[in-house]
């Protein structure tokens, strides 16, 4: 009955981070917050320097995350909510490469206009609230959790912990200088993601093609919305 209940409660969940009500409200509550809140206010302040402190607070977590193997250490939270932990699909036995391909491919396909035109929209639903209660420590703590929390659908656990953290920080020591650094903060976050991304498939695909294995086929279909196994695909080995 427990296995039954928790593949219930998993199939509620892919229900609701998939569905197309989840993606409407974000775009229509998002936006008008934000230009709301701009028009309003009139607080069009854009810090380039502080928007910078974006991108810099979120590799400082993800090197605190890799540095203390939290990814090694707590296998079970670095597994997806709307994805199976075994991929039955892959073959047996699948290396470093392949799986780290199969891993570009699926954050690559996160890239679309849609997600870019979602950014704007995603800081407009969580800072506009935490600057009309004030900011400080738990609204800042509060916004990260939700900012993570909207992640849930593409990534794991662990991974929606460090978004977390990152925007709380960015809530904190970030928004004081104006919403709009922060929206440009995530967009300049964002672009480095998406080159790093595309460089790092392309120099996998080159390896890979040079040292021809028994994989192609799999890897020409593997499906680019759908994650490797976090656990079976053995991060970073």
Same mark, same amino acid.
């Given at each position: ?33 934000? $230009?709301?809140? @701009? *028009? ?11 928007? =910078? /402190? +974006? ?72 800072? $506009?609230?935490? @600057? *009309? ?11 990260? =959790? /939700? +900012? ?90």
């Amino acid at each position: 009955m427990p296995l039954m209940s928790d593949v219930r409660a998993q199939r509620r969940m892919h229900r609701l981070f998939k569905a197309t009500w989840v993606r409407i409200t974000l775009g229509t509550l998002g936006w008008p917050l934000l $230009v709301g809140y @701009l *028009l309003l206010t009139e607080d069009w302040r854009v810090s380039p320097v502080w928007a =910078l /402190a +974006f991108p810099a607070i979120s590799f400082a977590v993800a090197w605190l995350f890799v540095g203390l193997k939290l990814f090694e250490r707590f296998p079970k939270l670095n597994s997806y909510l709307l994805y199976s932990d075994t991929d039955q699909t892959r073959p047996s036995s699948v290396s470093s490469d392949d799986w780290a391909l199969k891993q570009a491919n699926y954050l690559n396909s996160g890239f679309r206009a849609k997600a870019v035109l979602s950014t704007p929209a995603e800081d407009g639903l969580i800072c $506009v609230p935490v @600057l *009309l209660v004030g900011i400080g420590p738990l609204s800042a703590a509060l916004g990260g =959790l /939700a +900012f993570g929390f909207l992640h849930l659908g593409r990534f794991t656990y662990l991974e929606c912990m460090g978004k977390s953290i990152t925007y709380a920080a960015v809530c904190y020591f970030v928004l004081p200088h104006g919403v709009l650094t922060v929206v440009l903060g995530h967009v300049i976050m964002n672009g480095i993601a998406f080159v790093g991304i595309r460089i790092a498939r392309r120099k996998i695909s080159e390896k890979l093609r040079s040292n021809s294995t028994p994989h192609t086929d799999a890897r020409a279909s593997s499906v680019p919305d759908q994650p490797p196994s976090a656990r079976a695909g053995g991060r970073g080995r």
